[in-house]
T-cell receptor, first 113, second 114 residues
Framework: LAKTTQPISMDSYEGQEVNITCSHNNIATNDYITWYQQFPSQGPRFIIQGYKTKVTNEVASLFIPADRKSSTLSLPRVSLSDTAVYYCLVGDSKPGSARQLTFGSGTQLTVLP | NAGVMQNPRHLVRRRGQEARLRCSPMKGHSHVYWYRQLPEEGLKFMVYLQKENIIDESGMPKERFSAEFPKEGPSILRIQQVVRGDSAAYFC????????????FGQGTRLTVV
């Protein structure tokens, strides 16, 4: 089971780009990297998922180097509403693999005006 | 297509009572996960179920906790003889399985034991 390490907290200002890096040194060949966002008193919400190189959607980009031992979630031009906890998950995408949804401690992102 | 529905949203129980938390997955989803989140902490995996089967219950406490996902109806997380330490937010997630790691979470049930 690949363990993930993220910064406990980050502060940013509105309009800036935010990059949150996650370390997963023991990532396995079958593992995907997934990021979730959680607001207070709500369930987590899927943001983005990737296996290697770069993935981009309407919300964020995910950068994964060739060795896949880390990944970086990039949020362009954050706003106050992006203040949340961001979780990096690493897991096997094969059917029946419950560990695909093992959450770490997450990164508390606070966006300041 | 309604999202994952959990009820009740808030549940208050006295010590020693039973708590039943319900989770209706998204339409077409046959995989359900339950998580517990204590205040100021991350989500802790409890159990993973498919219809009529418990696939992984390695995160479930050995006593008083049980979960089911019957062929018909919602998934139920049952906590018997609740204690104050059971007070937490309990989240359910569902996915279609088949290698898709994107899971959709409900709003959670906040259990308070008094």
């Amino acid at each position: 089971l690949a363990k993930t390490t993220q910064p406990i907290s980050m502060d940013s200002y509105e309009g800036q780009e935010v990059n949150i890096t996650c370390s997963h040194n023991n990532i396995a060949t079958n593992d995907y990297i997934t990021w979730y966002q959680q607001f207070p008193s709500q369930g987590p919400r899927f943001i983005i998922q990737g296996y290697k190189t770069k993935v981009t959607n309407e919300v964020a980009s995910l950068f994964i180097p060739a060795d896949r031992k880390s990944s970086t979630l990039s949020l362009p031009r954050v706003s106050l509403s992006d203040t949340a906890v961001y979780y990096c998950l690493v897991g096997d995408s094969k059917p029946g693999s419950a560990r695909q949804l093992t959450f770490g401690s997450g990164t508390q992102l606070t966006v300041l005006p | 297509n309604a999202g994952v529905m959990q009820n009740p949203r808030h549940l208050v129980r006295r010590r020693g009572q039973e708590a039943r938390l319900r989770c209706s997955p998204m339409k077409g989803h046959s995989h359900v996960y339950w998580y517990r989140q204590l205040p100021e902490e991350g989500l802790k995996f409890m159990v993973y179920l498919q219809k009529e089967n418990i696939i992984d219950e390695s995160g479930m406490p050995k006593e008083r906790f049980s979960a089911e996902f019957p062929k018909e109806g919602p998934s139920i997380l049952r906590i018997q003889q609740v204690v104050r330490g059971d007070s937490a937010a309990y989240f359910c997630a569902s996915s279609p399985g088949l290698g898709n790691t994107e899971a959709f979470f409900g709003q959670g049930t906040r259990l308070t034991v008094v």
